[in-house]
């Protein structure tokens, strides 16, 4: 009996251990998503466009590491090291396989904030001669860095700790317009900060609510400090950049490399400088001596953290807020999914554990991930690469960058923030679709222009509430449910075959900002349920051309008569009576739906829809030529599929 027993309790344990260690493999690969990805790597496929993706990557994380760590108050160096440490940890833990995580520039800006706060230019004079033996740096220098770490450090924390509360579930708080009108409105604030470099002034540092106009102001008053030489180099690098990455865009499909002219310039800009010893002979302003490596870890300075807990929110916030944007907008392009969650995590480790490296704050950015698409980047191993091309410029190029001109690196941070600054078109797109979102962009947008970005941030989810809040008593259905499924299998016959199949779903609800996640999973599963059994459009194929065979080798063409096809293609009708409003976000759901069904080869149509939704549709989804998808009844668009099914008969009998 003792030994019965001693079996089934190994057995027992077996299948204990057997469930644990499932467990740990499905937890390492939800949070670890390089598990999911790398070792599914197809090296012959995907090595050559990664390759070629990370080293035009690495040219934009130098420039602009370089670049943002001047916006972030420190010394340029640290923006080296912060293109460096977040981009290894995020490829690691984020999901967004098309995402440039490194430093950036609203990050930077914000916690510019508490750097100048802190440690502010005064006191400059008491410690420039004072080595820190860091990498020979100054300890003002290091008190500034240690000041930008505490920044970096405590936003991870924040960051980790919505992961660990699940906030990010509440993202859908967070709509396109806000959005876009918050890192509009914060692109405007770095071209602001730039403005002195650019015009070669020398200039106190400006912040605090309306610092964006007292900044103006003051160019104005003492615009006679205008450095020219400073002003002509600046407009020159401007319009050789915007010229040529116009043209690298435009010629893209033809020339297998693109221009990376951010490096050519700065190499030019740098040679010039040099030759001409414009430091000394113009007084331009140069970025400096850049030592070479990296120093030991240190742990930023703890005893500030409680000084600098605004930034760190503002970091925190902003940060994600538009890293989750990119991760999403590639998710969707690149057809694969993204957990709002684990982004948290992931950006809250890449700021938390670079902290250590003398980083500043750190966050995906707009052009960098414009770039990886442009290039054919297919994974985070493109990051990577790029990662090993930066550890060669921080041990050795760095140092040659001596003479690089602040101005020069000012206009690649302006021509950098192009794809945020035109996000301005949005407007005439939201004041198609939905007139109060657009009165939600341009407040959001003034909001942020007039105090930060993290205000304009919370001010944008609050009227957005409110709206929604105020819109959705006058709902004609207090319905709970999101959707109201009729499943509708028209089955007349029609000499002796039956109609496809036809699934009709009715929309009681508001389609808005917050259900139209739910809206588009529900939908989606709808029409996949009965769908499944669908057979495939090979096995179609191969059915149709047994038929045809047999009737062809049975003599005649006017043979037997054909068997119907196995199963027909799912149809879907949209009854949109109890649509009574929708926003920006719904439409787009709508657009999403449609393009779903029909790379599947579904039919999508639309029934009972208002005038304003027809436009909004087909203006956000550029459907003006597929307006056979709106109708004005539900039986409308069963007699168009009825009518549609005979024509495609009779094609195929006049091909016969």
């Not at 707009?366 to 990577?384: E, N």
Request: contains cysteine.
């Amino acid at each position: 009996m003792t030994g019965v027993k001693r079996k089934k309790n190994s057995v027992v344990w077996r299948k204990i251990n057997s469930f644990h260690c499932a467990d740990i493999k499905q937890w390492c690969r939800r949070r670890l998503p390089i598990l999911e990805w790398a070792p599914c790597y197809n090296l012959k496929e995907n090595l050559i466009p990664d390759t070629v993706s990370g080293i035009m990557l690495a040219v934009q994380q130098v420039t602009q590491g370089l670049s943002f760590a001047i916006l972030s108050s420190v010394h340029p160096v640290f923006g080296l090291y912060g293109s460096l440490f977040p981009a290894i940890i995020y490829a690691i833990f984020g999901m967004g396989r098309h995402v440039a995580t490194g430093t950036f520039a609203l990050t930077s800006l914000i916690s510019a904030n508490a750097v100048e706060r802190l440690v502010p230019q005064t006191s400059q004079n008491f410690t420039t001669y004072s080595n820190s033996g860091v990498l020979g740096l100054s300890d003002f220098e290091m008190q500034r860095i240690g000041v930008a770490a505490a920044v970096s450090f405590l936003g991870g924390i924040i960051q980790i700790a919505m992961f660990v509360l699940h906030l990010g579930s509440a993202t859908f708080l967070l709509t396109e317009p806000v959005i876009s009108a918050m890192t509009t409105g914060a692109a405007t604030h770095v071209v602001t900060s730039q403005v002195k470099y650019l015009l070669g002034m020398k200039m106190p540092y400006i912040s605090g609510p309306l610092g964006f106009f007292y900044i103006y102001a003051y160019v104005f008053e003492n615009i006679k400090s205008v450095q020219l030489e400073a002003l002509l180099l600046s407009l020159l690098s401007i319009v050789v950049l915007v010229l040529v990455k116009e043209l690298n865009e435009q010629f893209k499909s033809k020339i297998k490399v693109v221009l990376p002219v951010d490096l050519v310039l700065i190499i030019a800009a740098s040679f010039a400088c040099y030759c001409a010893n414009m430091e000394y002979t113009y007084g331009l302003n140069v970025v400096g001596h850049i030592p070479a490596g990296i120093p030991s870890p240190r742990a930023p300075p703890m005893n500030i953290l409680s000084e600098v807990v605004t930034e760190a929110f503002g970091v925190a916030l902003v940060g994600y807020v538009a890293s989750l944007a990119l991760a999403q907008g590639s998710a969707k392009k690149f057809k694969y999914s993204v957990d709002d969650n684990q982004e948290f995590l992931a950006h809250g480790l890449s700021n938390v554990i670079p902290s250590f490296f003398f980083c500043i704050p750190s966050a995906a950015a707009m052009g960098r991930t414009a770039g990886l698409y442009s290039t054919g980047s297919k994974t985070q191993v493109a990051c990577l690469i790029s990662c090993v091309l930066v550890l060669i410029v921080i041990y050795a190029v760095g140092p040659l960058l001596y003479w690089l001109p602040m101005c020069v690196l000012a206009s690649i941070i302006v021509v950098g923030l192009k794809g945020m600054l035109i996000q301005f078109r949005d407007l005439k797109k939201y004041w198609n679709v939905d007139k109060i979102d657009w009165s939600i962009w341009v407040s959001t947008y003034i909001f942020t222009i007039c105090f930060a970005a993290n205000v304009g941030l919370l001010f944008g989810v609050v009227c957005t509430i409110a709206v929604v809040i105020v819109r959705f008593p006058r709902a004609k259905t207090l319905s709970l449910e999101n959707m109201k499924e009729l499943e509708y299998k028209a089955k007349t016959e029609v000499e002796g075959e039956n109609l496809q199949q036809v699934k009709i779903i009715s929309i009681n609800n508001p389609l808005v900002f917050l259900n139209a996640k739910k809206f588009h999973a529900d939908l989606m599963n709808a029409i996949q349920k009965d769908n499944a059994n669908i057979q495939p459009l090979d096995d179609i194929n191969k059915y149709e051309q047994n038929t045809l065979l047999n009737s062809i080798s049975n003599g005649t063409c006017n043979g037997e008569t054909p068997q119907p096809y196995p199963n027909e293609k799912c149809s879907v009708i949209l009854d949109c009576t109890g649509l009574t409003f929708f926003d920006y976000t719904g439409v787009s759901i709508l657009v999403q739906a449609y393009t779903d069904c029909k790379s599947q080869n579904i039919d999508f149509l639309l029934a009972n829809c208002t005038a304003s939704l027809k436009k909004a549709v087909q203006y956000c989804g550029h459907l003006e030529s597929d307006k056979h998808i709106f109708f004005e009844s539900v039986s409308a668009a069963i007699g168009a599929i009825h009518l549609n099914k005979n024509l495609s008969k009779f094609s195929d009998h006049s091909e016969v």
